[in-house]
Structure formats: structure tokens, C-alpha cells
């Protein structure tokens, strides 16, 4: 735990310091050089003192130091060794001298073994010190026109020497700080404040490319100036101050460059569409930058650049700008040329306003403009085409045609170009009137309006007036169905056309239609004879023919009349109608009349066929008559009637007379009772069969039949049937008998006796007789 450490090093003198040792009377510590045969220290330290110091050594020397704790016997409690070397040996300053102001440089012979030197420049209590490696060194961060004490110490690893005996230096005066600025384009402006300790100062300036000669001036006051210099040129401008000694302090150097000339030959160039001028003119010498300047009245509108020309935008326009362009650089400005006057275009015209003074003119007017020379006035309509006025007052004329939206725009026009595009207008003049208006009636109460579609018209309306009331219809489309008119009534007509922009055009003409007739009612219909109908009714128009239509199954019938009453003829029998009247103008024709029921007498049977059932029986059958439900048919004579009442087709009459001529009739008769008597041709029942018929055997193979004759003017014959054979015999006129002969035998045979009928069939049914 014995250590020894070395707290300050010298040329001649090692400084050490160690801890107590319990124990410990006295320290011994021996220092013996390295590399020096011979040389070494020895020196005792009570066990009070813990610190010591070795004089008398060599100046840049190793030595081995040895340090031993004592105890009151003498012997060694603890020990410890150390290595370590003396600082260099002083230097001596040859000179020290100051060629700056903040600066004093030293120049020394070199000391062996200094790796380094202190230098060390002191002003009463307060010092600077710097490190260098080798002579001249400099002190720096002085003082200007001071006066110094300059030490110097060597240094190498073991520490430093003692400072080497003082050297006085002062430092040069300081350069005066200079205040530069171009007065003019061909002049400088130089001052500084008063540098101290100085006596005189010296400014000289020439341009920094170095052609021309140099300008100097000495000068015991803080400012100069420089004249007759080029413009725009960058000139070095250097000066120091010096003492009452005359010598020079710090220099100081500044570049400043002469203000440019004002620039020529200005151009303006005005941008009329943009509302822009472009300023142009001829480059500076030493222009930097340039700054346009445009004025009008308070407003002041600028435009830098680094180019030879520029842009100045946002110009007002019916104003007058004075343009002027100034040269600047880092030393200045030059003057700002001779204003240039530009003049914008006009504003756009103000106060626009359209009115149509009659129809088809359009009247175009606004305020005048400052700088406005004329005006024109482009009117464009919705179809493209374009029409323009060009004037010096402040209105125009333009044609104009309904229906159409026209947009106008206004312009100003002078030297310097067209106004902006103001405000554009639209104007709408009316829609026009419809043309080819039709009215067709629909009905006695309804008229169909219709018209060809107009420019403009986004709704039409149409109004009918006429009777005692007025009636109104909007639409969007180019038709209308006006209803609840009153029939048989004419009606003025108008159709007025509306837009939005415009309203109706109330200036259309209107056009006289009449309605349909109103429709008639029948009172009554007359049946004249079964197929003649009279058919009346009320007549409740001015001028109209009625036409009257009987409807039904069987087909139309008409009959036309201007009165109140017409006939239909030739109506089919059994027939079911619906008569109507409908009534007919040139405006159109009415709503059918509430219908009326009509009903002609059946028809009568075409066929009628009449055949004997038997001798007082006989069957009448007919042919379907239309319209007929029930039938009555009879048969009359002068000895007897037959009758029958039927729902059938036919019917048998009995009690009938043979040989007797009958009468026929039937009538036919409807659903409602309406009867059709019918008529047709005699018919006469047949002979009477023969009474008394006997059979008489004739041999084996034939027969006698006997008959009473019912009239001598008939005439019989007989028929026998048998399944061997059927067999006539007709007598002679006359005879109440007849002989059958050469019959088969062993067969039954019918034998019947009847009259003779000169048409028609056999009668077969006259009585029948067996004959085995």
C-alpha cells in the first residue's frame, strides 16, 4: 500500500508526495539517472513530512526513484520505485514582434529534448498562452497597440521548465473597420470609426479585375470619396491606420461595387388578353437585378428580375400606368428611367341592359368606359348564329325572332386591345305563337286541340271561350283535349305559348271552332206496316242531318233526315233492334242518343207440309219461323174447322172430312205477342176408304174382293200382301169389285182396298182384311 506520485516537475527539481506508514520514524528516497554513470540523490524526510522534493538534478534526464519507509531501528517497513524524467532546460527569446494586431510572434533557439513550448504573452494581471512545436511561434487573441511581457517554457513528457527571462513586444495598431456604400454610379463612399493609438490612416482602391491604375489617399480623418469611377464595376478598396512611429497596423479589405447606370432604351409591350405588360430594355454594366415600377394614382404594381426584361402582371384595366425601370446590384440602385406611359384596354362595359322596345326588336344598352374608344356588341342566338354591332355610342339595335335566347356579350375596344369578357347576358324573347292549330271534336262536349310544336314554348295554353263559361287546358305537349264544352256551341279558340323566361305570349290569334251536335232523343217509334218504321225525336240543334240506326243481329238500317223524324224500311221480320240517332255537322258529330228497343213480327214459316195420318187425321208440319215462340195453325171448310195452338213445329188435326178442299192459315207469334198471320195454298183431304170390303174364293190359286163405293167418281184399287208376293188389282171405271187370280196357295195375304189419288202416295190406311 506504499506508493509515491509526482505532483510538479522542473528542470533542476522533481516534486513528490506519499502516504504514512504506521510505524514509520523516517522516509529515504534516492533518485538516480538513467543514463548518466554516477549521478544520483539521496535525501531523508522525517516521518512528519509526506512530501519532498529533488533539486539539483539534470534538465531533461530519466531517473529511477526509490522511496523507503523507516522505522526507529532502521529497518525498511515498506519500499517503492518510480521512473520518471526533468523538464527541458530554458529557452531564451532571441526577439519577439508583432505583425498583427491580435498577434506577437516569438522566435527562441531550440531546446534539446523539448518535445513543445509554452508561450505566454501577459498585459498587467491577465495572460495568453499557446502551445507550438518549434521557432517562431505566435500568441494570438491580443490585443491591438498593447504592450506585452512574452515568456517562453519547454516542454517534453516529464513537464515543463521554468518561464524564460521576459521579452517586452507590442501589437500593431487595428484596421480600421470600413463603412463602404456607391454614392452614384461612378462613385465611392468610404469611413470607418477612429482606430486607436493611431495617427494617420491610408485607403487605396482600383478595380478588382486590376485594369486601370490605383486610387490612393492618406488622410488623418475617417472618411473618403472616391469619384470619376466606372458604373457598375466591382472595385477592392484596402486600408490600415499607423501609429506616431509610422508604422502600419492591420489592413483591412473590402469589395464594393459601383451602383449601375440607369437602363436605356425602355419597350413596353401590353398584353391586352392577359391584362400584362412585358417591360424590356437594354442590359446594365454590373446590373444585378432589376425592378420594374408600374404607377397609377396610389397603385403601385412590381416586377423584379435578373434578365433584361419582365413581366408586371395583374394591370387594371381602363387605366393609365407610367412604367419605369431601376438597375440594382450589391452596391445599389441606379435611377429609375423616364416613365413610359401605357394605357390598358378598357374595362368591360357596365350597366348592360336588354329590353325588347317592340316585339322583333331588341334593344342593346350599357355605361360608357374610361379609355374606351368604341364598342361592339356580339349577339349570339341558341341556333349558333351570330350577329355584331360596332359603335361609338352606347346602345344597339338587333333584330330578333320569338322563340329564340339570344346571348350577348359587350366589349370596349382601344389602341391597346379588346376589354375582358364582362358579364355575358341572355335574353329570351317570347315563344311564338303555334301555328296550324286543328280542332277536331271528339265528342258533343270534347274538343281535340292540336298544333304544331313552336321555338320557345315550354308549355302551351289553351283557352276556349264561347256559350256562357271559358275553359282552360296547360300542357307541356303540342295537343290538347278541351272538355265540359257546351255541344253545339262555337268557341273562340287561342293557344298561347309560355316559357319560363318569358311567360305567355298573348299577343296569338285565336280561331272560331264549332262543337259537335248534341245528341238527340227519340220520343217514340211507329211501326207503319211490319217491315215500315217511323222513328221521331226531338230536333235540338241549329243545323245538323241526324242519322237514325236500327242495330241488331240481322244487320244496320238507316235512314237520314234533317227534321225530327225519319222512316226504316225493309226490316227482316223476327228481328230484335237497338234504334239510336246520332246527329251531323260540318263541326263534327254528336254522342248517340240513348238507344230504343225494336221489335218486328216473326216471320212466317216457308215450308208447310200437310200429310193424312188417317182418314180423319191429318199432320201439319212447317219450316222454323224466325222470331216466332208459338204457333196456331187451322184448317177450315164449309163443313168443319181443325185448330192447334203448339210451342212445336207441327201439329195434328183431327176430326178432318175425307174429300173435302180445306183452307190453311197459321200465325206466328213472338216472345212479346207480336203475330204475323201467314197464308198459303188449300190443301184437300183425301177419298174415303170403301166400305163393305168382302173376300170371295175364286179356287185354290184366287179371289173376289167386294167394296161399297163411298162416291161413284172414285176409283179404287187393291193391293194384297203376302210372303209369297204382293199383288194389284185396279178394276174397270166403275166397278165395285175386282178378281185377283193365280196367287200362291197356302199363304195369309192383307187385302186393302183404297181410293185411287191421282198425286202422291198410296193411301195405307183404309182397313185391312185377312184372306188365308
Known sequence: GFSVSVYDVTSWSIYLRWPKISGASSYRVTATAVNTVGHSLLSHFSDVTLKGTLTSLIPNTIYAIQAEAIDKNGLILAETQIMQSTAPDIPVIEQAYSKLS?????????????????????????????????????????????????????????????????????????????????????????????????????????????????????????????????????????????????????????NQRTSPKTPADVQVAFNSGALRAIVSWMPTEGALTYSVTASSGLLKLKCNTSSASCMVPSLQCSSEYYVSVTAYNDAGSSKPTDAVSLKTIPCAPENVSIEEDEPGHLLVSWSSVNFGHYYVVFVKSDDGLEVHCNTSHTQCHFQSDCG???????????????????????????????????????????????????????MYTTRARGGSGEVLCKHTAAACTLSALRCDTRYDITVYSFSEARGSNTSCASKSVATAPCSPEIKNISKETLSVISVHWQSNNKEATYIVTARGEAGLWHCTSSGNSCTLINLPCGSAFSVSAIARSPAGQSLPSYSVPLETAPCCPNELILTQVTQSVTNISWSVGMGAQTYVTALESPKGQAKCHTLQNYCLLGCITCGTNYTVSLKAISETGLTSSCTYQGYSSSACCPSGVKLYRLGNNGIRVYWRASDEKINYNTDLHGSKGNFTCTPSSGLSHCDITEIPCGDVYTVVVSPVTDKGPKLTFCPKKIYS
Not at 164 to 176: D, N
Not at 213 to 226: D, Y
Not at 414 to 439: E, H, M, W
Open 102 to 254: 491580435s498577434s506577437i510572434t516569438v522566435e527562441w533557439r531550440a531546446v534539446p529534448g523539448a518535445t513543445s513550448y509554452l508561450l505566454t504573452a501577459q498585459d498587467g494581471d491577465s495572460f495568453t498562452e499557446t502551445v507550438v512545436t518549434n521557432s517562431p511561434g505566435t500568441v494570438t487573441g491580443l490585443k491591438p497597440a498593447t504592450l506585452y511581457r512574452i515568456t517562453i517554457r519547454s516542454i517534453n513528457s516529464g513537464g515543463k521548465s521554468r518561464p524564460s527571462p521576459f521579452r517586452k513586444a507590442k501589437t500593431v495598431l487595428a484596421a480600421p473597420i470600413l463603412s463602404v456604400s456607391s454614392l452614384s454610379c461612378d462613385s465611392i463612399a468610404v469611413s470607418w470609426k477612429a482606430v486607436y493609438m493611431a495617427a494617420g490612416f491610408s485607403v487605396s482602391l482600383m478595380r478588382s479585375d486590376g485594369l486601370g491604375r490605383m486610387l490612393k489617399e492618406n488622410t488623418t480623418n475617417t472618411s473618403l470619396i472616391f469619384t470619376n469611377l466606372d458604373p457598375g464595376t466591382l472595385y477592392t478598396i484596402k486600408a490600415y491606420a499607423w501609429n506616431v512611429n509610422g508604422i502600419p497596423g492591420d489592413d483591412f479589405t473590402y
Open 404 to 458: 329564340f335566347t339570344y346571348f350577348i356579350s359587350v366589349f370596349a375596344y382601344n389602341k391597346a386591345g379588346q376589354s375582358p369578357l364582362g358579364d355575358v347576358f341572355n335574353y329570351t324573347t317570347a315563344p311564338c305563337c303555334p301555328g296550324d292549330i286543328r280542332a277536331a271534336a271528339v265528342s258533343s262536349d270534347t274538343l281535340r286541340v292540336t298544333w304544331a310544336p313552336v321555338r320557345g314554348a315550354e
